[in-house]
C-alpha cells in the first residue's frame, strides 16, 4: 500500500491536451495550471545551431525504420529544452516501435547513432532508446516509461503517446517508479568501475552515474518540494535544502553529469558514498520500484 499522501492523481485527456502540456508553468516549478507536471521542450525550443541535427534526425530514422516498425520517435534532454550547447551536448532519442525491439532494430538504431555522430559536429554523441509502444503504454510502466514519453519527450514523428498516457504529479508514487532501483543499479556500476582500464571508459560512466545520482537525489525530494525539474545544478540546489549535510557531495554529481571526470575518488564517492546512503533513504522515504521481468 502507498504511503500516506502518495496516491498520485490523474486526469483523462480532454481537447485541451496540448494547450494543458504547454501553458505557463505554476510557480516556476514546471507544472501547469491544474498542478500536473507540464511537458518539457519543443520542437520550437530547438537552439538554432542545432535545426539541421533535429531535421537529420528525422530523415535517418525515417529511412531506416519507416513506418512498419516505427510508431513515433521523440527528441528528450538539453536539445528540445533550449539548453543545449554545441560541440558539447549530445543527442537523445526515443523511438517508439510497433513491436518489442529485436537485436535487428538495435543494430539499426547503432547505425543511426554512428552516422548522426559523424556528420552533425554541433552534437557530442547521440544516444538511441528503443521501446515497445505496449510496453510503454502499460500498466507497469505507467509511472516510468509513460511518464519519460508524456512529461520529458518532445514529439518528432508519428502519433503522440503522451494522448493515451496520464497527467502527472510530483508524488511519492512517481518518485518510487521513476528512481526507486538505485539499490539495484549500484553493484553494475561497482562492477563497471572496477573493469573501466581508460579514462574515456571512467568519464563514460562518471557522466551516467553523476546524472543518475542527481536525479535520484531530485526525485527523493520532488513530492515535498512540489514540482518538477530537470536542471541538474537545481536539482543539486533543491536536494541541499533538505538535505544539507549531503549538498556539496550532490554538487559534486551534478558538476560530474555536465562534464565526465576520469578521476576515480569522484567515482568512488558517488558509487561507493552517496550512492548506498541515497538508496537507503530513497527506499525509506519512497518504497521500491516495483519489480521488473
Given at each position: ?16 491536451y496540448e494547450a494543458g502540456r504547454h501553458s505557463d508553468s505554476m510557480s516556476g516549478r514546471g507544472l501547469n495550471q491544474d498542478g ?150 549500484l553493484p553494475r556500476w561497482r562492477a563497471r568501475a572496477a573493469e573501466a582500464a581508460t579514462d574515456a571508459d571512467r568519464k563514460t ?89
Amino acid at each position: 500500500m502507498d504511503r500516506p499522501g502518495a496516491v498520485i492523481a490523474v486526469e483523462n485527456h480532454s481537447a485541451a491536451y496540448e494547450a494543458g502540456r504547454h501553458s505557463d508553468s505554476m510557480s516556476g516549478r514546471g507544472l501547469n495550471q491544474d498542478g500536473t507536471i507540464a511537458r518539457e521542450g519543443a520542437l520550437s525550443c530547438v537552439p538554432e545551431a542545432f535545426a539541421a541535427v533535429v531535421d537529420a534526425s528525422r530523415a535517418q530514422i525515417t529511412e531506416m525504420f519507416g513506418s512498419t516498425r516505427l510508431h513515433s520517435a521523440y527528441l528528450y534532454g538539453s536539445i528540445p529544452r533550449g539548453a543545449a550547447v554545441p560541440g558539447v551536448s549530445d543527442l537523445d532519442l526515443l523511438l517508439a516501435l510497433r513491436d518489442e525491439p529485436t537485436e535487428a532494430d538495435r543494430a539499426d538504431a547503432k547505425t543511426i547513432e554512428a552516422a548522426l555522430d559523424r556528420s552533425c559536429a554541433q552534437i557530442n554523441g547521440v544516444g538511441i532508446l528503443l521501446s515497445g509502444v505496449r510496453a510503454l503504454l502499460s500498466e507497469l510502466e505507467r509511472h516510468d516509461g509513460g511518464f519519460f514519453v508524456a512529461c520529458l519527450c518532445t514529439p518528432l514523428l508519428g502519433n503522440d503517446l503522451a494522448e493515451q498516457l496520464p497527467r502527472y504529479r510530483p508524488t511519492s508514487l512517481l518518485a518510487r517508479e521513476t528512481n526507486g532501483d538505485l539499490p539495484l543499479v549500484l553493484p553494475r556500476w561497482r562492477a563497471r568501475a572496477a573493469e573501466a582500464a581508460t579514462d574515456a571508459d571512467r568519464k563514460t560512466l562518471s557522466r551516467v552515474v553523476g546524472r543518475r545520482i542527481v536525479r535520484t537525489g531530485f526525485t527523493l525530494i520532488m513530492p515535498r518540494w512540489g514540482g518538477w525539474t530537470s536542471d541538474l545544478s537545481e536539482s543539486a540546489e533543491l536536494f541541499g535544502h533538505y538535505y544539507p549535510d549531503r549538498v556539496e557531495q550532490m554538487r559534486v554529481a551534478a558538476a560530474t553529469g555536465r562534464t565526465p571526470s576520469a578521476n576515480p575518488a569522484v567515482l568512488s564517492m558517488l558509487i561507493d558514498h552517496l550512492g548506498p546512503w541515497l538508496a537507503a533513504e530513497y527506499t525509506t522515504v519512497h518504497g521500491e520500484k516495483a519489480p521488473r521481468p
